[in-house]
């Protein structure tokens, strides 16, 4: 069992950024492909972006690709998300997700999801 922590959310203004934060507990965490997604009020999850075990292999969201990184430091058990130029539309909760395969775009591939941290852009 794998239990997430996100930090590091917050209000930025529109153009900013934030580094968020999801902080794995117990010693299996090289073991699993990590994910981020986000859900705004009255809309579903999506995916933002997914790391491999290793760390090698990432994928985004079109909407961020160029402006978002994931990353992941296994010895440290914790998963990032960069986000630069933030605009208003991606207020939501962010939500990190591990699974025990491959990474996916799909929530449902999931097995595991942290609480959240709020990101609030404004205008």
């Known amino acids: 069992q794998v239990q997430l922590v996100e930090s590091g959310g917050g209000l930025v203004q529109d153009g900013g950024s934030l580094r968020l934060s999801c902080a794995a507990s117990?010693?299996?965490?090289?073991?699993?492909?990590m994910g981020w997604f986000r859900q705004a009020p009255g809309k579903e999850r999506e995916f933002v972006a997914a790391?491999?075990?290793?760390?090698?292999?990432?994928s985004y969201a079109d909407s961020v690709k160029g402006r978002f990184t994931i990353s992941r430091d296994n010895a440290k058990n914790t998963v990032y998300l960069q986000m630069h130029r933030l605009k208003p539309e991606e207020t939501s909760i962010y939500y990190c997700?591990?699974?025990?395969?491959?990474?996916?775009?799909?929530?449902?591939?999931?097995?595991?999801w942290g609480q959240g941290t709020q990101v609030t852009v404004s205008s």
């Open positions: 997700a591990a699974r025990s395969r491959g990474t996916s775009r799909n929530t449902n591939d999931y097995d595991y």
């Open positions: 117990g010693r299996t965490f090289s073991t699993y492909a």
């Open positions: 790391i491999s075990r290793s760390g090698g292999v990432t």
